[in-house]
């Protein structure tokens, strides 16, 4: 017999699987990252937006996008990516 609850709690139990990674993808980016702007050469400290990295690991490759830079607001190619993994 389904309840109201029957489908809110089967995707639940079907996405647990992916809890365990989507926290280590946030843990992991969670803290600012050191990175060598490759416009200036020299180093910064970037923020990634760790929920948003979190959220798109349970789904595939965690989307990386940077919401802070001790660089900004220099012109800015975001060439640094390709250091955040």
């Known amino acids: 017999m389904k309840t109201p609850l029957t489908t809110p709690v089967r995707a639940i139990t079907a996405l647990c699987p992916l809890f365990p990674l989507s926290i280590e993808v946030y843990a992991h980016f969670r803290e600012p990252k050191m990175v060598t702007c490759p416009e200036v050469g020299e180093t910064a400290a970037v923020q990634v937006d760790a929920e948003m990295a979190a ?3 349970a789904v595939g490759v965690p989307g990386i996008r940077i919401i802070r830079c001790s660089e900004w607001p220099r012109a800015c190619g975001r060439g640094c ?4 993994s």
Do not use: P, R, S, V
């Open 81 to 84: 990516m390709d250091q955040l």
């Open 55 to 57: 959220a798109t690991a």
